[in-house]
Every structure is written in C-alpha cells, then in structure tokens.
C-alpha cells in the first residue's frame, strides 16, 4: 500500500515539479538576460562616448541617486561638471541623454518635436490620470487638438478672462481676512502638539496660521472651472468638493510622505506595462496596491466630474439658444464642445473632449497653485523683496482707482516690472514639473551648441550626437532654468531685478536659453509647450497683486525646513512633518496701510 501511496504522491507532484523547474528556468534566464544587458548593453551604446556619471548600481545605474536626492540637484552637479550633454545610466544599464545645451535642446523640442514623441509609458500614466487630452496626444492628433484650442489662450480672449481672476483672488482675500479676525489656525499646520500649544498661547493678535497651499489650490480650482468652463466649483466658499478630494486622494499624504525607491518604480513600470497591454483585462482594477486605488478612484472622480461639466454647458446652450449656440463663442467649453460637430481636422471625439476638460482642471490649477506657494514661501524668507512688491502693486492701485478703476487690467499686471520680474524668477527656480523625458522616434543626429570632450579621448571634441530609434532623452527642466552658464553665478539665487534691465548690473537681457516663455524651460519649447502658459502667468500675477497687498506673509517658526517632493508636480513638505501631505503652513497679517 506505501509504494501504490508513494507512486500516486509522485504522479501529482511529477507536474508540479516540472511546471517549477520550467517557471525557475524562466526566471534565471530572465535574470541572465537583464544582467547581459547590464553589462553589454552601455558597451555597445553609441552615447558611450559622452561625459557622464560612473553607475552606482549593475541593476539601478544612477536611479537610486536622481529618486533620493531633491529633484534636479544631480542633474544640476552633471550639468557643471560634465557640461551640456550627459549619458547616465538607467535600469538594466539603459543608457540615458541628459541635455541642456540649448542648440540641441532646440533640435529635440522645437525643430524635431513631433521625431521625439513622449515614451510609450509616459503617455499611458497619462492617459490613466489625464484620459487621452493633448498632453497625451502626439502627432497629428496633437497638432489638431492645439488648433482647436488654440483661440482660447490668445491675447483679447485671456484679457476678457481677468476679471475671473480678480473676482476669485478677492474672495479667498476675504476669507482670509475673517481667518484672521478669528485667530484661527489650519489643521495640521504644526505636528508637534507641545509647539501648536505654546502657539495658542502667545499667538500675536491679528494673526492667522494658514496652509497657504490648501487654499491656493481651492482658489486656482476655482478659476479654472470659471474661466476655462463656466462652472462654479466654490472650493473657496465650500472648503469640500468632489474635485478637491479627488486631488487630494491621488496626492495622498502617505504617497508624498515616503521617497521613490528603484524598487517602487520598477515595480509601478511592470504593473504599467500589463495596465496598457492587456486594457481588455482590467487590470488596474485588481492590483492591490493603495497608490493604484487612490489614483484609479480619482480618476474616476475627475472623469465623473468633468461629464457633468460636458452635460450641464450642453444642455445650458441648448435649451437657451439652440443647437447653433454651441457653435459660437471662443472659451474653452464652447470650442471643446464645438468641435465635437466638426468634421475632419476640426473635430474631436468624445474621449478627447473629457480629456481636455481633466487635462485642464488638474494640471491648470495643480501647477499655478504650487507656483504660487512657493513665491508665498520666497517672499517670506525675503521680506525687502515682499516689502518692495507690494509697494510697486500699490502704487499702480492707487493709479487705477484716479480713473474710477477697482481692479488692474491685464496691460498694467504686464507693466509693472518688479511684478513681472518676480513671476519670472519664480517660475524658473521653482518650474512646478521639474524634469520630462522624450524617445527618438527614428534615427538621428542632435547638434550641440558647444562641443563636449571625449570620455576614451580628452584631446578629441564631439559636436554632434548620434541617436538611435527609442532613444530615450531626458529633459532636465529644473536644471536648465539654474544653468550659470545663461544666469551667471548666482543662478540658485532668487533675485527679481536680474529681469529689469534698469536694475540689471550688466544692463543686458537675459539671452541663449530655451523656452516658449522668458528664456526659461518652465513651460518647455516649441509646437510641444504648454498651450496655456500665458494665462497661467496672468493668473499668478493677479493673485499675488491681490494677495500682497492685503498680506504680510512669515514664516511659521525660525528652524522651518522645507522639502521638495515631485510626484508630477513638485510640491513642499515640512521637513520632520512629512507624514501629513503636503503643507505650507506660513503666518499671515493684514498688511499695513500708509495711512495707518
């Protein structure tokens, strides 16, 4: 009976082994293949020629490095001592282009835009956070998205769209000012209780602690929704809406409390490749990882949230003036929803149209209010610099109030320098998207501006780089808004005046950068740059010029440290209080009038 028992026992387990020793076989040719690549791969590379960083890792290369330090500060260490182009290391000894020399930047973001189109995982993170609007799109499908919209960002529309701004900048003014009538104090400003108590206890009277970034963000929510799709969203008024949950569950505390890790990446790449893959399968749906579900039911919510916005302006239009109202006008909505009863090159399907909408309600109020926190933050570490804004916004209130104005114009925001100065300075030392990345659709040849040594031969000078189809291209947009090389020595520095040529030493313009705006790479170049780049500016002129003049802002206690953490966007963390999500907890005051 025990060799009948053993011979069954081993007829069941005969598969079991084999189908193990097959799934064994397969993981350690796997692995082989991946160190094979490790190791052959960068040899082979044509990049392996160029100045760059020795890997520190056979499996991660300089990954680990680019995920812990802050984001940027590599790239920046890369770009002074290696020079304008950079090869480093990626996963499984991928070879990577890092570029800030402007003459190739050129190449791959004005001349060649459409050869280098986003990587194919990059476009499907998108496409799962964004659906498919025109930061997923490439090719023709983006070149007729842009015409579409491209009326709704033009100088008369944007000019009509300021009074939104102002409107929607006084009514947070306002509710801050009763903050401060209150004495009241955000949640989570302060982690430590023992601090938040003495606070309480000698709070100076006239003073609010306010998490300037949770109501920055509720602000620019407002204004998008208003001025892009004439819907009210009252985030300001209401605190809580389904948009800013939304939000906030895809940028969780947690999710912005811990560092990437190689691992962490490699293992959200893998369940991204099955996600777009095998669509069919759901697979999104299943993975149990917390990140995924809190992406996937924001989504979800935004996507919920913007059909409604599609339903409630057709409707509106429909029922006010008929069919033919929808096909007037140059907002926004009205374009969007125009062009889905176009035909040809002038129409969009119904995927595209609610991606345009959750392209626009998350990245146009996500960057400007992170923007605008760390211009808040700046100014309150340089109170001559705040002193000498307000100033400047005063004096030009003063002057629209003689001729029977309330508000600025859009001119007069343009007009006064040190605002304008400070909006530029911001945006290129604090661009809210650090870094993007593209892939060479074909073979090519990128011409460099200054020629970089040879890594074999130091005497030899390489002047053009030859890259093959799926390169991938890494563009470092934070580092090339700090290059010394366009700024001078002091380009880590915050200074306003270098953009106001009467207070500029040389008395020189800022000349050999790239970008669509102000020779900065904030808002990228060429046919791929932000479409909506000059109402973001406008819109943060505005809010400041309402914002400080009401304001002094400081900071909450003399040891405050603040960390940047990009997970798209880079926003702040309060350094020892990283558990609680991003904060700006700064203190605000009614700022003084002349009279008083």
């Known amino acids: 009976m025990d060799k009948v028992e053993h011979a069954l026992a081993f007829g069941w387990a005969h598969p079991i082994l084999s189908a193990a020793a097959l799934l064994l076989g397969c993981v350690v040719s796997y692995a082989v293949y991946l160190l094979g690549c490790a190791i052959v791969l960068p040899r082979l590379s044509p990049l392996r020629d160029l100045p760059g960083p020795p890997p520190e890792s056979l499996l991660y290369g300089n990954v680990k490095r680019i995920l812990q330090d802050p984001p940027g500060v590599p790239h920046i260490e890369w770009n002074d001592k290696y020079g304008g182009v950079v090869q480093y290391r990626g996963f499984f000894g991928e070879t990577r282009l890092l570029l800030f020399d402007p003459t190739a930047l050129n190449h791959v973001l004005l001349s060649n835009a459409y050869d280098y189109p986003k990587p194919e995982e990059v476009r499907g993170d998108l496409a799962l956070i964004l659906g498919r609007g025109v930061l997923f799109a490439e090719g023709e499908d983006h070149r007729r998205q842009r015409r579409i919209m491209n009326p709704s960002f033009g100088p008369a529309h944007l000019r009509e769209l300021v009074p939104s701004f102002f409107e929607h900048a006084n009514e947070l003014r306002d509710v801050w000012k009763d903050l401060i009538a209150q004495g009241h104090s955000d949640e989570k400003v302060w982690k430590d209780e023992e601090k938040a108590q003495e606070y309480a206890r000698t709070k100076p009277e006239g003073e609010a602690l306010v998490n300037v970034i949770a109501w920055l963000n509720r602000l620019t929510l407002d204004i998008i929704g208003d001025a892009g799709f004439g819907y009210r969203f009252d985030a300001v008024a209401q605190h809580n809406n389904a948009l800013g949950a939304a939000f906030s569950s895809m940028f969780s505390p947690r999710a912005a409390a811990r560092k990437p890790t190689p691992y962490r990446i490699m293992l959200q790449r893998t369940i991204g490749f099955f ?208 290059s010394k090389k366009i700024f001078g020595d002091d380009a880590h520095e915050f200074r306003p005046e270098r953009w106001m040529q009467s207070e500029n030493a040389e008395g020189k313009k800022i000349e050999g950068g790239v970008g669509v705006y102000s020779q900065i790479l904030t808002f990228l170049a060429g046919p791929r740059s932000c479409i909506g780049y000059k109402f973001a500016v406008l819109e943060l002129k505005a809010i400041l010029s309402v914002l400080i003049d009401n304001f002094e802002f400081s900071l909450r206690d003399p040891d405050f440290e603040v960390e940047h953490r990009s997970i798209i966007v880079t926003r702040p963390l309060v350094v020892g209080e990283e558990t609680d999500g991003n904060k700006m907890p700064l203190r605000v005051r009614l700022a003084k009038r002349d009279e008083e």
Request: no cysteine.
């Open 275 to 482: 996600v777009r893959k095998l669509p069919i399968l759901k697979i999104a749906d299943w993975v149990p990882n917390e990140r995924f579900k809190q992406v996937r039911e924001g989504f979800r919510t935004v996507q919920s949230e913007s059909d409604k916005i599609i339903q409630l302006k057709m409707n509106d239009a429909v029922e006010k003036d008929g069919v033919e109202s929808v096909r007037a006008g140059k907002d926004l909505i009205a374009l969007l929803l125009k062009s889905t009863q176009g035909e040809g090159k002038a129409k969009m399907t119904q995927a595209e149209l609610r991606g345009q909408l959750t392209t626009f309600l998350l990245a146009g109020h996500e960057t400007t209010s992170t923007a605008l926190t760390w211009t808040l933050l700046t100014l309150s570490r340089q109170p001559e610099a705040q002193e000498k804004l307000r100033r400047e916004i005063r004096a030009a209130r003063r002057k629209a109030r003689s001729e029977g104005r309330e508000e600025l114009e859009s001119r007069e925001l343009d007009a006064l320098p040190y605002l304008d100065g400070v909006a530029r300075e911001i945006l290129r030392l604090e661009a809210p998207v650090s870094a993007t990345v593209r892939h060479a659709g074909k073979d090519d040849f990128i011409p460099l501006g200054t020629p970089v040594r040879s890594r074999s031969n130091p005497d030899r000078l390489i002047s053009s780089i030859p890259i093959k189809k799926g390169q991938t291209v890494f563009i470092p947009i934070l580092a090339v808004n700090r």
